[in-house]
């Protein structure tokens, strides 16, 4: 069964470094606010149990908010629940110049998946983030080609030396040849 958009609350959380046009607003039947701190606790128990057995995910996006370098994160709620989540980062070039955004990690509970939550926070967020900067994401060409990832073998990326799974959206003509580098908490 497919997710019923009336259904559900999608909620926003941008990090205090970027200027939000509001903390609060509706767009289309479903409240965007900032969220409390509170839901990150859920949201490490989400990443743990969604990527399990890894715990590599839970300790990124802890170290990446602690150090106030997510972009913007996004998590669907119901009734409290947290059902999923996904983070964007600053992607660099070279010169550690921003270039773009990572969409990275995103993750729906287990017993949720298969449901459009995945497809509903990805859709969504896309879209809030606009329309200016490359996002790239590394993953299943099969899953993020329905968002508009393309593979690019002209943007290199470190972590996928065959360019295989590493798919941007280029948000406007071609993108200049170049090395594609992340914050340095995905290093850990
Ligand atoms: C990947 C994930 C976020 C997708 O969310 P979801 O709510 O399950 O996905 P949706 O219900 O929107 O879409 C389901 C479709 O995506 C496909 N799909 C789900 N996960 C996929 C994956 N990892 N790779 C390729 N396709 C995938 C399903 O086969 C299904 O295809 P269909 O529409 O042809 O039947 C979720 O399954 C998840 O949390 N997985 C564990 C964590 C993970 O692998 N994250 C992504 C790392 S790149």
Redesign the pocket.
């Known amino acids: 069964m497919h997710l019923q958009e009336e259904q559900y609350r999608i909620t926003i959380k941008c990090s205090r470094r970027l200027t939000v046009a509001a903390d609060f607003c509706v767009i289309h039947r479903r409240m965007m606010r900032k969220p409390g701190l509170d839901y990150y606790s859920q949201i490490f128990r989400l990443l743990d149990r ?2 399990a057995p890894s715990g590599y995910e839970s300790i990124l996006v802890k170290n990446l908010r602690d150090n106030l370098k997510i972009s913007f994160d996004f998590y669907i709620e119901e009734q409290g629940r947290v059902l ?1 989540y996904v983070c964007y980062t600053t992607a660099y070039d070279t010169e550690r110049t921003k270039i773009g955004y990572h969409l ?5 509970l287990p017993e ?9 926070i990805l859709s969504e967020s896309l879209k809030t983030i606009g329309n200016s900067l490359p996002v790239y994401v ?3 060409p ?2 993020y080609s329905r968002f508009g990832f393309k593979k690019d073998r002209t943007q290199k990326c470190s972590f996928a030396p065959s360019g295989d799974h590493f798919m941007v959206i280029s948000r406007g003509g071609p993108l200049p040849a170049r090395d594609v580098g992340y914050e340095e908490e995905f290093m850990g």
């Open positions: 969604a990527f999923a990275a990690p995103v993750a729906v949720k998946q298969g449901q459009g939550f995945g497809h509903k590394l993953g299943d099969n899953y």
